[in-house]
């Protein structure tokens, strides 16, 4: 059919609204008080020179629509309680459910800083559907990355569960994990437009033992700790970065108070302002510029995140 009837215009400031609507939903522009689990489990020094320059990152516009993305498959998937946020203090070790008695990020009872963290579900075991003392918790994650790969390949998801289940003291917990291009392989090889088929898998976490939990939040612990010291910049051992592939897109690496960049972060400053990522040749001039010659890189097989 011809579309000859109609004048068809590109409106780029309709696409802004949106955008804008959805930076807001997410709470992008603004700092997030508190320590957060995603604080402590990528890396915590990136987290701290965020909190000591008071650095908020503004992520490009892909950016935005990737996490949309993941957002969107979250909600139509979730078969139980959807965000359930919760802050965990461990002085008084025990979990605060948020409510008009306390502030998100503070215990009510010694007002220490809580350990927040939003699971992206919780599935209802009790037969009531009511019983939020009985429930597993479950992280959601949509991925370009192919379905080939096992949770191994992507330790942030179980980090992220494994907290969830310490602080909450949940044995059990679930992984779901959206492949949207499947294994990249097509369905039928001779039926040219049809293109990789999307695939879901979920994984079950328990605990091999009852002190797992206690082992797992007492790194935790020390690594709150250490986001917290304004006098000293965390190290960088075993837990700082704990997944370096985001150090390709870290936003603070010459942004640390005492002038100098991260060892770990991946960009040379050149002379006239510009940087230029290992492996690449490209010079760019801006974080958004940064972040897209990642993404070309990863794509290319260049860089393995």
């Known amino acids: 059919m011809s579309n000859n ?3 068809i215009t590109p409106n780029p400031e309709y696409r802004k609204k949106l955008l804008d609507q959805q930076r807001a939903r997410m709470g992008i522009g603004t700092r997030r008080e508190g320590v957060h689990v995603s604080d402590l489990i990528m890396c915590v020094r990136k987290s701290w020179a965020e909190r000591q320059t008071d650095y908020i990152m503004e992520p490009p516009d892909h950016t935005v629509l990737t996490w949309l993305r993941g957002l969107s498959h979250e909600d139509l998937l979730s078969d139980g309680v959807t965000q359930v946020r919760g802050g965990y203090c461990f002085r008084c070790q025990r979990i605060q459910i948020p409510s008009p008695q306390y502030l998100e990020h503070v215990c009510s009872e010694c007002g220490d800083t809580l350990l927040t963290g939003t699971i992206d579900w919780i599935q209802l075991t009790s037969d009531d559907g009511t019983n939020l003392t009985n429930f597993v918790p479950t992280e ?15 330790a942030w998801y179980v980090d992220q569960i494994k907290s969830y289940m310490a602080i909450w003291g949940r044995d059990l917990g679930h992984v779901a994990v959206f492949h949207i291009m499947g294994d990249y392989k097509r369905e039928d090889k001779d039926v040219k437009t049809d293109g990789p088929t999307a695939d879901l898998k979920t994984y079950d976490i328990e605990w091999r033992d009852p002190t797992a939990r206690i082992n797992w939040l007492s790194p935790l612990e020390g690594r709150k700790r250490a986001l917290e010291d304004d006098k000293h910049m965390p190290p960088l051992d075993t837990s700082s970065p704990a997944h370096p592939m985001i150090c390709n897109y870290c936003a603070v690496g010459e942004r640390l108070p005492n002038g100098n960049e991260c060892e770990k972060w991946p960009w040379k400053r050149l002379s006239d302002g510009q940087y230029v990522l290992k492996g690449s040749q490209k010079a760019v001039k801006s974080m958004d510029e940064m972040m897209e010659e990642v993404k070309a890189l990863s794509e290319g097989g260049i860089l393995k995140t």
């Open 140 to 154: 959601m994650k949509s991925t370009l990355k192919s379905a080939r790969k096992t949770l191994d390949d992507m």
């Open 5 to 7: 009837d109609v004048i």
